[in-house]
């Protein structure tokens, strides 16, 4: 495997990585060229610079991962990567220090006019009560986002002995009471009572503009406002006015709407006091070795098997919701892939039960896991990244459902698939709390390990049965390592099903002669591709 790292990012990466992978080490390039050499990599690692479009993605076709050495994604296109299957992780936690003191720095340098001052002592002069300043103790600071950099911003403020506002609609008022800050549910509510601002929020369409003309008029006059989160989330050109009118005596800006490209940014030309810096919230020499590590590892780790702890296109699968249910994923997919080999016609709904144990938990990983197997009996490439989105795109609708119906397992799933034609019902639990077993295949209870191969015989419940389809797989030089013989769940008991394990593939011509044996109908080959 080879992995190309780019946009300097600390070599300490490449060690993490060499174990697993063959590391090449190259300076940030332009699109055309990285689409020239990014078909030999199974995985990108990149920091700002890089633009990871669509047609860089499109020409990766071996990438299965892409790592942003940072917490922002922006630069990386996550719709075409979560369509092509490649997951896109981050280092949510790697910067969190340094981005939340290059906050408190910026909010000193506009309360005690830092930058003003320095080039005016610079420049031989004595200007004391020109850049007299004013205190942090006793002022309100409100902070937009409470996340790990707002949380931690919001310590640091305290510290200083000012008053914590907090708006985020994503955070109770509990945790922000606990934090030592007052929770404001409304935003119209908040602007009126801060005298700094900062702002903690991931760019969308939500937060774009969400500081402007109409909400900085909201605002007390001499307010002093905060930006290292990301660019356009303050509006330039109405901070600028605003600044040059007086009602915002300061500001502190630390990214732009158009990066790196800043040359027509409006604050460049604005009188009065601001502080623009390039970027520089995560540039400490600790934050860059930490995001590099924490991506490096995600990267090793996904190459050699295993998940990545911050991906940012398959949050179901994030550790902590995986963790719990981990020990379902195998039979999850295997009950969806069986269900699917076993349907006719095209799906419309897929119908999730959980029960016993599964029922108290959050059982998203699931639903990705069997959606992965339905859909990898009828697609290629399918992977636990791009699952939800070909499944949303086909208009399958997922229904999922906790029951308190006592069960006979400690935890069972089970998934009903409708389609156009029939629908079909595969149960999966585990037995002594680690062996997976398929229980039930519609009306009938079983129990039989999920492998590769396998055979499913329905059949007249009538003697020599068994024998004759055992005499056609053995003519065949195919060799039963299982089976498990049933009677459908009805009073007359004239139906029975044949699940067995087999060691190889069956062809058609097989599968033929089984169907012609008197007495069974409609047979199945299933080839679980979970199990390779």
């Known amino acids: 495997m080879k992995v190309l790292i780019t946009d300097k990012i600390n070599e300490t990466a490449g060690s993490i990585i060499s174990p ?18 990014i078909p030999q990599y199974d995985a990108l690692m990149v920091r700002s610079q890089t633009k990871v479009t669509a047609r860089i993605i499109e020409a990766g076709k071996n990438l299965k991962i892409i790592g942003r050495a940072g917490v922002g994604v922006d630069n990386i296109d996550l719709d075409s990567a979560t369509q092509n299957g490649i997951i896109v992780v981050n280092s949510p936690d790697g910067n969190t220090i340094a981005a939340a003191e290059h906050t408190a720095a910026l909010m000193l340098a506009i309360a005690r006019n830092i930058v003003p001052a320095a080039v005016s002592t610079k420049e031989g002069k004595w200007e004391r009560s020109k850049f007299t300043g004013r205190e942090l103790y006793n002022k309100t600071l409100g902070i937009i986002g409470l996340g790990k950099i707002g949380s931690h911003v919001a310590e640091i403020a305290l510290a200083f002995g000012m008053k914590v506002v907090v708006y985020d609609p994503f955070t109770s008022k509990e945790v922000v009471e606990k934090l030592g800050g007052e929770y404001i549910a409304n935003l119209d509510n908040f602007w009126e009572r801060c005298d700094f601002i900062t702002v903690h929020v991931p760019k969308t369409k939500d937060t774009v503009n969400m500081i402007n003309k109409e909400t900085i008029a909201k605002m007390k006059t001499g307010v002093r406002l905060i930006n290292c989160a990301r660019g356009g989330i303050i509006n330039e050109q109405d901070l600028k006015d605003a600044i040059e009118s007086g009602k915002v005596a300061a500001a502190a800006i630390d990214v732009y709407e158009n990066e790196p490209n800043i040359e027509e940014c409006p604050l460049i030309h604005c009188n009065g006091n601001i502080v623009l810096t390039p970027h520089l919230g995560a540039s400490t020499q600790e934050a860059q070795i930490n995001v590099a590590l924490d991506v490096a590892e995600q990267i090793k780790e996904v190459l050699t098997g295993g998940s990545a702890s911050s991906a940012v296109n398959i949050p179901s699968l994030r550790p902590d919701k995986l963790e719990p249910v981990k020990d379902y994923m195998q039979i999850a997919e295997n009950a969806g892939e069986l269900a699917m080999q076993i349907s006719g016609g095209i799906v419309k709904t897929i119908e999730i039960t959980v029960q016993g144990s599964l029922a108290s938990l959050d059982i998203q990983p699931l639903e990705v896991a069997v959606l992965k197997g339905v859909l990898s009996s009828i697609l290629e490439g ?151």
């Open 20 to 37: 697993a992978a063959d590391v090449d080490f190259l300076p940030t390039m332009p699109e055309e060229e990285l689409i020239k050499i």
């Open 382 to 532: 399918v992977n636990y990244v791009n699952a939800p989105f070909l499944a949303k795109k086909r208009g399958i609708d997922i229904i999922s459902t906790r029951s308190n119906t006592k069960c006979n397992f400690a935890g069972l799933l089970t998934v009903k698939l409708i389609t156009d034609k029939d629908s079909t019902v595969v149960a999966g639990a585990l037995v002594a709390k680690d062996i997976p077993r398929i229980v039930k295949i519609n009306d009938y209870e079983t129990s039989i390990r999920p492998q590769k191969h396998m055979l499913l015989v329905p059949h007249v419940n009538r003697p020599s049965m068994i024998a004759q389809v055992a005499k056609v797989i053995g003519e065949n030089n195919i060799n039963i390592g299982s089976m498990n013989v049933v009677q459908k769940n009805d009073k007359h008991e004239t139906e029975s099903i044949m699940v067995i394990n087999i060691d190889t593939g069956v062809n058609d011509n097989t599968l033929g002669e089984i169907n012609q044996i008197e007495g069974v109908h409609n047979s199945k080959y299933v080839n679980l591709t979970a199990q390779e």
